[in-house]
């Protein structure tokens, strides 16, 4: 029913900043609310941040103060601003999206913080 692709990761030193964007089409109107998903190399997936369609966000502990999340609903699209960015940050970046109770993935961008 949704398509996910995200785009935007890539290589960046510590404490530079990178933009993730995830477009979703298809039947985008049952969506209400988004996460970004990151998993390093030998860990669990881990949920980073969510935005709902009216606004409301939340993030991961360890990102607070130095990630943003945003919607543009007329684009169809989210984004997520990576500040202050960090070894630890580094990993593939999956933005998700739940519709009927089934979960949605985007193929992940890979992003890699160098120190």
């Known amino acids: 029913q949704v398509q996910l692709v995200e785009s935007g990761g890539g290589l960046v030193q510590a404490g530079g900043s990178l933009r993730l964007s995830c477009v979703a089409s298809g039947f985008v109107f049952s969506i209400k609310a988004v996460g970004w998903y990151r998993q390093a190399p030998g860990k669990q997936r881990e949920l980073v941040a969510t935005?709902?369609?009216?606004?409301?966000?939340n993030y991961a502990d360890s990102v607070k103060g130095r990630f943003t999340i945003s919607r543009d609903n007329a684009k169809n699209t989210v984004y997520l601003q990576m500040n202050s960015v960090k070894p630890e940050d580094t990993g593939v970046y999956y933005c998700?999206?739940?519709?009927?109770?089934?979960?949605?993935w985007g193929q992940g961008t890979q992003v890699t913080v160098s120190s």
């Open positions: 935005i709902s369609t009216g606004g409301r966000t």
């Open positions: 998700n999206v739940v519709i009927n109770l089934r979960d949605y």
